[in-house]
């Protein structure tokens, strides 16, 4: 069985021995691309493929199934695989398991509270994805959701201390531009919509969304700087909490209308496709997007908005006229520009400027890249969009 390492190795693991092969500087190279594209596809067709399979599901015909039901079985479905992961790690040895869940959950119960709070937050984001694609068409909904990016971009200069560039903020001016066409567009009925869809809660929706999303992923890159954690047993915490949150929430919102027609009413194999998205999509992209640099990242969000876009026009008869693609193309440009790296010249004078002000545990050292950016998706400590309740190493797989 072989293993890519760093610096481009493979160790090869044989009868009473590893060996470790150089691979060829072209070999890895080739081999490091092929990685990119591959985490490209993945975080593309995730970001796009879960909001068109919320909307599918939430526009058919028939019973309509209740959104804090799939939210509370995304959770389940997460943590009953990362339990499973656990399990493998420790070579299917349940005491040893038994042993360390003890220890990481409940002795160390500290770290363990420590996520109650952006648990909340994003069950209470899932629940306000829901409402806000029930109400908005799939492409104007991955428009002005990213405006995760401006509140994660606040948030994070406000609790952590850090500086952005002339370019981000003028790309964040350009990214609430983009948003503010598309919703005029939206308002002045661009594109017919059903008689029970309300835009003005889809949009409310989508804004206290990103909100708690920007909140929740500086919060939690806050809270556990240091933590020495895996994901899987971070994500496995997030889905104990998740899914009592989620009961919970399921209780005071649609409590009596589920236990009336049942937990899985109006469950369809498209809502199942939901859930499943939503359980193991996450989990899927947390592993490959430590191989994707922040401009892959936004080069995915672009491409995107643009399939997501596509697809509503064939899909659900979505209406493509100028406004909103002029203000998807400034999203989409904004986006793009607010991933490019800083410059050299900028980080020292971040750095120079954070030095005269005083020392700071979040500052980054002169010389070295800035820390990853944070978007929608949860992390360890990098959150990636529509991936609640993720964690990468670096937010990490």
Same mark, same amino acid.
């Given at each position: ?20 092969? %150089? ?9 490091? *691309? ?20 919320? *909307? ?11 959104? #804090? ?31 360390? @869940? ?41 428009? #002005? ?17 850090? %500086? ?28 017919? *919509? ?112 643009? @399939? ?74 990098? #959150? ?14």
């Amino acid at each position: 069985m072989a293993a890519v390492g760093a610096g481009g190795s493979t160790a090869t693991a044989g009868p009473g021995a590893v060996s470790t092969v %150089s691979l060829e500087p072209g070999t890895a190279s080739a081999a490091h *691309r092929r990685l990119k594209y591959i985490s490209l596809a993945v975080l593309v067709v995730q970001n796009a493929s879960l909001i068109l399979s919320i *909307r599918y599901a939430r526009t058919l015909p028939g019973d309509r199934f209740f959104a #804090t039901t799939a939210v509370v079985m995304a959770e389940v479905l997460k943590g009953f695989t990362c339990l499973l992961l656990l399990f493998a790690q420790k070579r299917g040895n349940v005491k040893h398991l038994i042993l360390f @869940l003890h220890e990481a959950v409940l002795v160390q119960y500290v770290d363990t509270l420590k996520l109650a709070v952006p648990s909340l937050i994003y069950t209470l984001q899932n629940n306000l994805q829901y409402v806000a694609i029930s109400n908005l068409p799939a492409a104007t909904f991955q428009v #002005t959701y990213q405006l995760k990016i401006l509140t994660t971009a606040l948030f994070s200069v406000l609790m952590l201390n850090r %500086s952005l560039s002339r370019l981000q903020w003028a790309s964040l001016l350009l990214l609430f531009t983009g948003v503010a066409i598309v919703q005029a567009q939206q308002a002045g009925g661009g594109s017919p *919509r059903p008689l029970d869809q309300n835009p003005g809660a889809g949009l409310a929706a989508v804004v206290a969304s990103c909100l708690s999303s920007g909140f929740a992923g500086v919060y939690f890159e806050k809270i556990l700087k240091g933590s020495s954690g895996s994901v899987w047993l971070r994500n496995l915490q997030l889905g104990l909490f998740g899914t009592a949150l989620g009961l919970v929430g399921l209780w005071w919102a649609e409590g009596t209308a589920v236990a009336h027609r049942g937990f899985f009413f109006g469950y369809t194999p498209a809502v199942w496709g939901v859930v499943l998205n939503q359980a193991f999509g996450g989990l899927l992209v947390a592993v490959v997007v430590k191989y994707a640099d922040n401009i892959l990242k936004g080069f995915a969000t672009s491409l995107s908005i643009v @399939l997501s876009t596509v697809a509503s026009i064939r899909l659900f008869g979505f209406h493509l006229d100028p406004l909103f693609a002029l203000g998807a193309g400034l999203v989409i440009g904004a986006v793009y520009l607010y991933s490019l790296p800083r410059s050299a010249k900028a980080i020292a004078s971040a750095s120079a400027s954070a030095a005269a002000s005083g020392p700071c545990i979040h500052q980054q050292p002169p010389g070295q890249p800035p820390p990853p950016q944070l978007s929608s998706h949860r992390g360890d400590l990098v #959150t990636e969009p529509f991936l609640p309740k993720l964690l990468t190493k670096v937010k990490g797989s």
